[in-house]
């Protein structure tokens, strides 16, 4: 009993005691204003986020492709390796064909394995050509934001989904500056 009354105050400590920390900060910076930004309109509003978007459409695009491409290779290897396996079987006794069963078997797994690590890294290429670029706009903001706070005197921003209460809205700035720094 004492365990789940335990359970269900936990978040409310550890929000409270968020609350405070960010309180401690707030009042240690010398400042006393908040400051919070809407990350989903300045992805739906800055061109660089359609930008992602649009190159993650392509690589998604690209990686189907490649996997389509494995999969017939496979597929064809997986065609020889059976004539192959009948050929050697012809004319075999019933414990010589289950030997040969079972070594064809393990080369195909092994081709398996083969096609499903060249698709994983195929994804793991992509996954990371578009996180760089995701990082490259997420840096951008972040100076945008740290320029925004130490202009207009804020000591924290944060992002609007954890503001329940108050703070001023610096989307529009950070929207602003961010188009300015492109033209």
Do not use: C
């Not at 459409?57 to 059976?82: D, I, M, P, V």
Request: without cysteine; hydrophobic residues 40%.
């Amino acid at each position: 009993m004492k365990l789940q009354v335990v359970k269900k105050l936990l978040p409310v400590v550890l929000l409270i005691g968020l609350a405070f920390a960010i309180t401690g900060l707030v009042a240690a910076s010398g400042g006393s204003t908040v400051g919070y930004v809407d990350m989903q309109r300045i992805q739906q509003e800055l061109p660089a986020f359609q930008e992602l978007q649009d190159l993650l459409q392509r690589k998604n695009a690209e990686f189907n492709s490649f996997g389509s491409y494995l999969q017939t290779q496979q597929n064809n290897e997986f065609t020889a390796l059976e004539k192959e396996k009948e050929a050697e079987s012809k004319g075999k006794s019933e414990a010589e064909r289950k030997a040969i069963d079972a070594k064809y078997q393990e080369k195909a797994v092994g081709i398996a394995k083969n096609y499903q690590s060249k698709l994983e890294a195929e994804n793991n290429r992509l996954s990371a050509e578009i996180q760089g670029q995701h990082d490259e706009i997420m840096a951008t903001i972040n100076k945008t934001l740290e320029s925004i706070a130490k202009k207009e005197g804020y000591a924290i921003i944060l992002e609007k989904n954890v503001v329940y209460y108050g703070g001023e809205d610096v989307t529009d700035q950070v929207i602003e500056a961010l188009q300015k720094d492109k033209k």
